[in-house]
């Protein structure tokens, strides 16, 4: 099951965040420390109460919950590391305990809905929920961020600062 969920959210998220032909806007701060992870449910029109928000590299704008369903304080490790295809980052995120069952939860009642991955409060990916995702606390799960290599690097350093190598 790990695998799956892996391969879904580092697929869905690289492809949900190739490079577009929108305006190109300010680069966000990748070297901000601590790195602010958050998932967040998405609409593609505005709602009551939603939040709009730039796609970063693809010149959309995405509707967003203003409550991240899960953050920073659901996640207990990240790992960065770079692609093989020369572009971008993967993170290996494990979660708490209570983090493993926010995600099984929201996925659970969610199929269908889109989930924005923020970074740095910067939208990087908008993947629809599929199925339900369960990654426990052993394994990680992996989100796929597409930035150019200096910004993968300049994210990766940053991560590694957030949460230290063990």
């Known amino acids: 099951m790990r695998d799956v969920y892996s391969r879904w959210l580092v697929l869905l998220s690289l492809a949900a965040c190739s490079s577009g032909t ?46 991240a369903q899960l953050s920073n304080s659901d996640i207990a490790r990240v790992e960065a590391v770079q692609t093989r295809i020369g572009k971008g980052l993967i993170l290996h995120v494990w979660h708490t305990k209570a983090g493993a069952q926010r995600i099984a939860d929201l996925t659970a009642h969610h199929i269908g809905d889109s989930l924005a991955i923020l970074i740095n409060a910067v939208v990087v990916a908008v993947p629809m929920i599929q199925e339900t995702l369960n990654p426990g606390t052993k394994a990680p799960s992996d989100i796929g961020v597409p930035l150019e290599p200096k910004e993968a690097m300049q994210l990766e350093s940053a991560v590694s600062k957030t949460w230290p190598p063990r």
């Open 22 to 67: 929108g305006k190109a806007a300010a680069p966000p701060d990748w070297q901000r420390v601590p790195v602010a992870i958050e998932l967040r449910l998405a609409k593609g029109a505005p709602g009551p109460g939603l939040v709009s928000a730039a796609v970063y590299g693809q010149g959309k704008t995405v509707y967003l919950q203003p409550k």
